[in-house]
C-alpha cells in the first residue's frame, strides 16, 4: 500500500467516524451502538462522545497535515504513527470482544485497517529517517 491509500483510507475512516459520532450525539444513532455497549446514561454517552469526537478531530488533523521531507525523519512522527498502530490494534481485539454485533462486525475491520494504515506511515518514515544515516 502507498503512503497515498494509506492517507486517503485514514481520512475517509476519520471523516466517517466523526459523522458517526455527531449522528451519536444528536441522538440520530443510539449510543448502545459504541464503547463496548457499556455506557449506561446520556451524560456518559456525551462525556465519551466528546472525547472520541476530539480525539478523531487530532488524528485527522495529524494525518492532513503530515508531510514527508525527504531527508528527513521526525522522531515525534515516528513514536506517533507507531503508537496509532498499536492503539488501533487494541481497539480492534476491543470491538471483537463488544457486546454488539455492530462493533463486532462494523468496527472491528475499520480499526485493523486503521492499524495497517497507520503502519505505513510508521514505514514510511522508518525508511526515511534510515535513509539520512
Same mark, same amino acid.
Given at each position: 500500500?502507498?503512503?497515498? $491509500?494509506?492517507? #486517503?483510507?485514514?481520512?475517509?475512516?476519520?471523516?466517517?467516524?466523526?459523522?458517526?459520532?455527531?449522528?451519536?450525539?444528536?441522538? %440520530?444513532?443510539?449510543?448502545?451502538?459504541?464503547?463496548?455497549?457499556?455506557?449506561?446514561?446520556?451524560?456518559?454517552?456525551?462525556? /465519551? +462522545?466528546?472525547? #472520541?469526537?476530539?480525539?478523531?478531530?487530532?488524528?485527522?488533523?495529524?494525518?492532513?497535515? %503530515?508531510?514527508? +521531507?525527504?531527508?528527513?525523519?521526525?522522531? /515525534?512522527?515516528?513514536?506517533?504513527?507507531? #503508537?496509532?498502530?498499536?492503539?488501533?490494534?487494541?481497539?480492534?481485539?476491543?470491538?471483537?470482544?463488544?457486546?454488539?454485533? %455492530? +462493533?463486532?462486525?462494523?468496527?472491528?475491520?475499520? $480499526?485493523?485497517?486503521?492499524?495497517?494504515?497507520?503502519?505505513?506511515?510508521? #514505514?514510511?518514515?522508518?525508511?526515511?529517517?534510515?535513509? $539520512?544515516?
Amino acid at each position: 500500500m502507498t503512503l497515498k $491509500t494509506a492517507k #486517503s483510507i485514514l481520512v475517509s475512516i476519520n471523516v466517517i467516524a466523526l459523522v458517526y459520532h455527531a449522528l451519536i450525539v444528536t441522538r %440520530f444513532v443510539d449510543f448502545v451502538n459504541v464503547w463496548g455497549g457499556q455506557l449506561q446514561t446520556v451524560e456518559q454517552m456525551y462525556t /465519551f +462522545e466528546a472525547i #472520541s469526537i476530539a480525539v478523531q478531530m487530532l488524528l485527522l488533523w495529524f494525518i492532513l497535515s %503530515f508531510k514527508i +521531507e525527504k531527508g528527513v525523519g521526525n522522531r /515525534f512522527y515516528i513514536y506517533l504513527f507507531f #503508537s496509532l498502530a498499536l492503539l488501533m490494534l487494541l481497539n480492534t481485539v476491543g470491538n471483537v470482544f463488544a457486546k454488539t454485533d %455492530f +462493533e463486532r462486525f462494523m468496527f472491528a475491520p475499520l $480499526t485493523l485497517l486503521a492499524s495497517y494504515c497507520y503502519l505505513v506511515y510508521y #514505514s514510511a518514515l522508518r525508511m526515511t529517517r534510515n535513509q $539520512t544515516k
